[in-house]
């Protein structure tokens, strides 16, 4: 009985963990899918925080904040975009170097603009997006299971939470029925096909680029304006590695994608849980296994559960038209 108490809670938890997991993979789901392959999701993301969190703690604003972040996103994707498709440059190295970047560059401006250690002001009031009600959800609160499910699981999110479920199906269909999708899986298979065919293989690598831009940019948002009320140094805390991780999961489809990043968030919050508590034959369990839980599961279920992943043919490879 104490289990299916806190099942609601801790479901209600998984979305929203999940929430910058999701935005983060179908980042990279449309990078990699051009053939970019971006370790940088995680540095982007960290960028994006930083400005929504310094944005919305100056003007007040939360949606100041968003544009604020997916800017700064897209400045990142962009240094990305012209090393690897202008220059050629080797993917890897460069989103490393991305990571890096804002890890350290966010730090730095943190402590000098407000001398807390790199953390932004508290935010308060419309600086933050605030928790959704959906319709009836106190009404049905009292129905047993249902009512709980529907009023503590699917209710109660801000709106970021939502956008990022909503962009799943989104980019199912655009990936699988549009014309920017078709040749955006054709770039990152054949790119040599492709620029037979007509289409710029660079043009369309630098449009997947400022989607993954955006993508990590509403990532970075959730986590300072939307989960937390601030931004906080190194708050990415390794998520867009999860959500990398995530993606080669679900291998590089949209729909697995949400349940590989509603796995991850589920582990993620049954860690948060177990924090504290002891287990049968075993007693109080160390606070740092229990926070490391997350990420041993997720490197036991890519080692031992993935199968065969292969990327797109031409993911990480520089292409060069031929003259």
């Not at 100041?64 to 240094?79: K, N, T, Y």
């Not at 993917?91 to 953390?119: C, E, F, H, K, P």
């Not at 036991?300 to 292409?319: H, K």
Request: charged fraction near 10%; hydrophobic fraction near 55%.
């Amino acid at each position: 009985m104490e289990f299916l108490d806190q099942l609601p809670v801790i479901l209600a938890s998984t979305v929203r963990l999940s929430a910058p997991l999701i935005f983060c993979c179908l980042a990279g789901l449309y990078s990699e899918r051009s053939g970019v392959v971006d370790i940088g999701l995680e540095g982007k993301m960290l960028a994006a925080a930083f400005a929504a969190g310094v944005v919305a703690a100056t003007w007040g604003s939360a949606w100041l904040g968003l544009a604020a972040a997916i800017v700064a996103a897209i400045v990142f994707s962009l240094i990305h975009g012209v090393s690897a498709i202008s220059y050629r440059g080797n993917q890897i190295v460069s989103g490393v170097a991305i990571n890096m970047l804002a890890l350290g560059l966010t730090a730095l401006l943190g402590n000098v603009w407000y001398g807390q250690g790199g953390r932004t002001p508290t935010l308060s009031g419309a600086a933050r997006f605030e928790p959704i009600t959906l319709p009836f959800a106190e009404a049905l609160r009292p129905v047993p299971l249902v009512g709980r499910l529907y009023a503590e699981v699917l209710s109660g999110h801000n709106i970021l939470v939502y956008v990022a479920v909503a962009c799943v199906p989104l980019t199912a269909w655009v990936v699988y029925r549009t014309r920017f999708g078709l040749r955006l899986r054709a770039v990152g298979e054949n790119p040599a096909a492709a620029d037979t065919a007509g289409i710029s293989v660079a043009w369309l690598r630098y449009r997947a680029v400022l989607i993954c831009g955006v993508l990590t940019g509403l990532a970075g948002a959730y986590l300072s304006i939307a989960q937390s009320a601030a931004f906080v140094p190194n708050m990415t805390a390794g998520k867009g590695f999860m959500a990398l991780a995530a993606l080669i999961f679900a291998k590089w489809r949209p729909w697995p994608s949400l349940g590989a990043c509603l796995l991850f968030g589920f582990l993620d919050a049954f860690a948060i849980q177990m924090q504290g508590k002891s287990l049968p034959l075993i007693g109080a369990v160390p606070v740092q296994l229990i926070l490391a839980l997350p990420y041993i599961l997720t490197v036991v279920l890519l080692a031992g559960f993935i199968g065969s992943a292969t990327p797109p043919r031409a993911s990480g490879t520089p292409y060069v038209k031929e003259r």
